[in-house]
């Protein structure tokens, strides 16, 4: 649902992320991840959600050139390994890389590890919610 000031998508639950398919321009697909960019009409980050199935590793390691991403799990266990320093994550764990930051990263545990992933300009963000938050003189009122 797109409206003139947000849009909603319904992921699912956790489980249905594993099912979620990713058209890669060769030709393969990768299960376990979506893009919610275009999907939500984002214009000022690239967010995805990820289920790595246990036993598993990403295949290769990637850098951006403007971008930082940040991970935040949500569940399962795992090991990120950037620049050669390998940190284990789990549940909780909150890992912000660079965008020089060589990554990888791998299901060490027994199920999915479950992971948003948000994608910036390093450097983009002006202003913060003090700084940008608007609080109007609007009553909050909910139909019930």
């Known amino acids: 649902m797109t409206e003139k000031n947000f849009s909603v998508f319904a992921s699912g639950t956790f489980g249905d992320w594993a099912k979620a398919e990713l058209k890669l321009p060769d030709g393969r697909s990768v299960l376990g991840k979506r893009f919610l960019k275009d999907i939500i009409g984002s214009t000022g980050c690239e967010i995805s959600l990820n289920a790595l199935p ?68 390093e450097g983009s963000l002006r202003q913060r919610n003090r700084e940008d938050g608007i609080i109007p003189e609007a009553p909050v009122s909910w139909v019930a």
């Not at 990637?62 to 320093?85: R, S, T």
């Open 54 to 121: 246990a036993g598993k590793s990403v295949p290769f390691f990637h850098a951006h050139k403007e971008n930082e991403e940040v991970y935040i799990f949500l569940g399962g266990e795992g090991e990120m390994q950037v620049d050669g320093e390998i940190v284990p994550v789990r549940e909780g764990s909150v890992v912000r890389i660079a965008p020089d930051g060589l990554r990888c990263m791998r299901n060490t545990g027994g199920e999915d590890l479950l992971s948003i992933v948000i994608q910036v300009r």
